[in-house]
């Protein structure tokens, strides 16, 4: 089965400071996400990277920013945490497979960490 | 720009009766559209996709979804309801174009025994 961890389930943390969400999948996906879920808004696209190194904005990168050195670890970085990034982030990741075949896959999500910043 | 939309916050449905959780999509070209479904605490898990093929798709749990082109929906179904069925039930779509998949806000699903 794959498997993707976060580094924490809860965390709480001060404005201003700076926060690191760890995320590793075991499975060898290129692709990797962040998200954040928030009631009534759904699952909101943060950042992905489809490959070590290489990283690209979702909808909503502004506050954010992203790492990826090894391929099975995606970080997400709150430079200078603020209380509305109070939320759960969601981390995923997804096999190889271009849309348009039919080998186009689904993500694989990990437990989340709900951040709560004071 | 692509879309999906779940008119329905909550659901509630009685143990053994059939559910059904709405879903319709706005994508550019032909769609590729999902289920997840979330349990308290925890991270989504996958139901059924649609690609290409049968409209009828069958999934994890009994969950089975008709992907409707004329009507641009997706939606969720179950023949018989299980309380353990009460969950947030998220859609998403994506399309060949689109490098990256879109939710929908999420409906939660109450079964009532």
């Known amino acids: 089965d794959v498997k993707v961890t976060q580094s924490s389930r809860y965390l709480v943390k001060r404005t201003g400071e700076k926060v690191f969400l760890e995320c590793v999948q075991d499975m060898d996906h290129e692709n990797m996400f962040w998200y954040r879920q928030d009631p009534g808004l759904g699952l909101r696209l943060i950042y992905f990277s489809y490959d070590v190194k290489m990283k690209e904005k979702g909808d909503i990168p502004e506050g954010y920013s992203v790492s990826r050195e090894k391929k099975e670890r995606f970080s997400l970085i709150l430079e200078s945490a603020s209380t509305n990034q109070t939320s759960m982030y969601l981390c995923?990741?997804?096999?190889?497979?271009?849309?348009?075949?039919?080998?186009?896959?689904?993500?694989?999500f990990g437990p989340g960490t709900r951040l709560t910043v004071l | 720009a692509q879309s999906v939309a779940q008119p329905e916050d909550q659901v509630n449905v009685a143990e053994g009766n059939p559910l059904t959780v709405k879903c319709t999509y706005s994508v550019s070209g032909n769609p590729y559209l999902f289920w997840y479904v979330q349990y308290p605490n925890r991270g989504l898990q996958f139901l059924l996709k649609y690609i290409t093929g049968d409209n009828l798709v069958k999934g994890s749990y009994g969950f089975e979804a008709e992907f409707n082109k004329s009507q641009t929906s997706f939606h969720l179904k179950k023949p018989s309801a299980l309380v353990s069925d009460s969950a947030l039930y998220f859609c998403?779509?994506?399309?060949?174009?689109?490098?990256?998949?879109?939710f929908g806000s999420g409906t939660q699903l109450t079964v009532l025994p």
């Open positions: 995923a990741s997804r096999p190889p497979g271009l849309a348009g075949s039919s080998s186009y896959n689904e993500q694989f």
């Open positions: 998403a779509g994506t399309s060949f174009s689109a490098r990256q998949l879109t």
